[in-house]
């Protein structure tokens, strides 16, 4: 019983702290699915990563806020619908619920047969490929508390972004992925360092103060 009072205590001051958290709040008044919205925000105003006309993917984009924000961001007016000058095409496991412009994929990104149809996804009418200007990464492994296992999982979603990043940005693309500082923190540092021109990590003032993530952006492949 003292194990389960213990973790209703935790739930109901995690719950309180939710619901009162000012970009909670502020991500319901400016209709965002998420609080994250206001990250990927930080991240794009502070190096002026996305521009109307260009091709973005976003990788691990359920509830889909980040989704919201791009599309806001490549629509002439920065309206939530309406017109759209640019592409994004979203992917996650989980399922998603429909933004208007947003190609939504449903599947593991880690699956062959899924990263076929995202890249199916970026085919021009005549059947070229085009380019993506940005690709944004929100994408976290479920979480086993075994700390050298999720060190692991985390890097291998990086690995796979980065990788993914090196096959379809244009030259002087951008790419944005969440990490969490510990062991494999200063390989995948290494890795961009070795992909990109331009290396920067930033922990936006939306991510909670006892989190450990932090983003890294890369920009200009080598």
């Known amino acids: 019983m003292k194990v389960k009072t213990q973790s209703k205590k935790v739930n109901k001051a995690w719950l309180n702290q939710h619901v009162n958290d000012p970009w909670v709040k502020l991500a319901q008044k400016e209709g965002y699915r998420a609080r994250a919205a206001y990250k990927l925000k930080e991240i794009d105003e502070t190096f002026h990563l996305i521009r109307p006309g260009q091709c973005v993917v976003d990788l691990g984009c359920a509830p889909g806020a980040w989704s919201q924000y791009l599309r806001r961001r490549l629509s002439p007016e920065g ?39 995202l ?41 796979l972004a980065v990788d993914f990043a090196r096959q379809h940005l244009k030259k002087d693309g951008a790419l944005v992925v969440k990490l969490f500082h510990g062991s494999g923190y200063d390989g995948l540092v290494r890795l961009f360092r070795a992909t990109f021109r331009l290396v920067k990590p930033l922990k936006p003032k939306a991510s909670r103060d006892k989190s450990s993530e932090t983003f890294l952006v890369g920009i200009g492949l080598k």
């Open 79 to 117: 309206a939530a619908a309406g017109a759209l000058n640019g592409a994004i095409v979203g992917l996650d496991v989980l399922p998603m619920e429909p933004i208007e412009g947003v190609h939504f994929i449903q599947g593991d990104f880690r699956e062959a047969s899924v990263l076929a149809q």
């Open 119 to 159: 890249e199916a996804a970026l085919r021009r009418p005549d059947g070229s490929s085009r380019p993506v200007d940005v690709v944004v990464s929100d994408m976290a492994p479920n979480l086993s508390g075994v700390e050298s296992v999720d060190a692991a999982r985390v890097e291998h979603l990086v690995e």
